[in-house]
């Protein structure tokens, strides 16, 4: 089974331009969750979607921040107009049911995203 | 939220096994025992979880005390692909926001040729 899979594994883009990074979950998973990591710290939670619907988007920044799950092809954030603050790995997650204890979640290898 | 205790570090053989301890005293009757761990520049990777009964698969073993305020993740035979940081976490079972996650800092495993 395909794990869950992200891309692009590394960018680079310039400050004021724009990221998009794809998250590809585990098959038969409908449940999407987005993560960042900056350097030297914790995981931090961004959005839950499923598809078509956005869960809860109450770790994302308000602004140049947004996140989809349409109902075909892979769940995407996007970074509008980066800043070097925004340099982190971004971890998808995904689940096949809403997330208890008593299921867990999968995490894709990650997009690491380095603003020039 | 019920928190978790692991020390920052320990260091290990190759092929030899080790014990991963971790504290979690105020852990409620509802909450599953979780552990991840992180390679180096990878995601977040799923070992094990268990509620009240010792688990085994095919990375790990799950050994939860019987007053479930500490558990220890055993690998029985350490190899250099295991050196990771390993993160205990509990999630509880009713729903919530369990996905909001809390990592915590975890152990970072050394092992050693």
């Known amino acids: 089974n395909a794990g869950v899979m992200q891309n692009p594994r590394h960018l680079v883009r310039r400050r004021g331009q724009e990221a998009r990074l794809r998250c590809s979950p585990m098959?038969?998973?409908?449940?999407v969750y987005w993560y960042r990591q900056l350097p030297e710290e914790g995981l931090k939670f961004m959005v839950y979607?499923?598809?078509?619907?956005?869960?809860?988007e109450s770790g994302m920044p308000k602004e140049r921040f947004s996140a989809e799950f349409p109902k075909e092809g892979p769940s995407i954030l996007r970074i509008q107009q980066v800043v070097r603050g925004d340099s982190a790995a971004y971890f998808c997650?995904?689940?096949?049911?809403?997330?208890?204890?008593?299921?867990?979640?999968?995490f894709g290898e990650g997009s690491w995203l380095t603003v020039v | 939220d019920a928190k978790t205790t692991q020390p920052n570090s320990m260091e290990s053989n190759e092929e030899e096994p080790v014990h991963l301890p971790c504290n979690h005293s105020t852990i409620s009757g509802t909450d599953y025992i979780h552990w991840y761990r992180q390679l180096p520049s990878q995601g977040p990777e799923y070992v094990i979880h268990g509620l009240t009964s010792n688990v085994n698969n095919r990375m790990a073993s799950l050994a939860i005390a019987e007053d479930r305020k500490s558990s220890t993740l055993i690998l029985h035979r350490a190899t250099l692909r295991d050196a990771a940081v390993y993160y205990c976490i509990l999630w509880g079972d009713s729903g919530g926001s369990n996905y909001k996650l809390t990592f915590g800092k975890g152990t970072l495993l050394t092992v050693n040729p």
């Open positions: 979607l499923q598809k078509e619907n956005i869960i809860d």
């Open positions: 098959k038969g998973h409908s449940h």
């Open positions: 997650a995904s689940s096949p049911r809403a997330f208890t204890g008593s299921n867990t979640i999968y």
